[in-house]
C-alpha cells in the first residue's frame, strides 16, 4: 500500500527546482527505492516505487527545531 504522505528533511534550503530533484535523488539511493521524475518544474512530480507523488518544499516551524523538508503528496 502506497504512503499517502512523507517529508524529507533538509539541511538547507533547496534554492531552485534541480536542487528539489537532487535531494530526491540523494533520497531513494540512500533508500533503495526506485524512482523516476514525471515534472522537474515546481511542483516537481517523481515516480517513486511505483506511486506518483507532487513534491514541493516547505519551512516547519516547531517548538524546538524549525527546518526545511520536502512534502511528497501522492497524487493520481
Not at 18 to 47: H, M, Q, W
Amino acid at each position: 500500500m502506497a504512503r499517502k504522505c512523507f517529508f524529507i528533511d533538509l539541511d538547507d534550503m533547496p534554492k531552485t527546482d534541480e536542487d528539489i530533484c537532487l535531494e530526491v535523488e540523494r533520497y531513494c539511493g540512500k533508500n533503495n527505492l526506485p524512482f523516476d521524475f514525471i515534472k522537474k518544474t515546481s511542483p516537481v512530480i517523481a515516480k517513486i516505487k511505483d506511486n506518483k507523488y507532487e513534491i514541493t518544499k516547505k519551512y516547519e516551524n516547531g517548538r524546538f527545531l524549525n527546518r526545511w523538508i520536502l512534502s511528497c503528496k501522492a497524487v493520481n
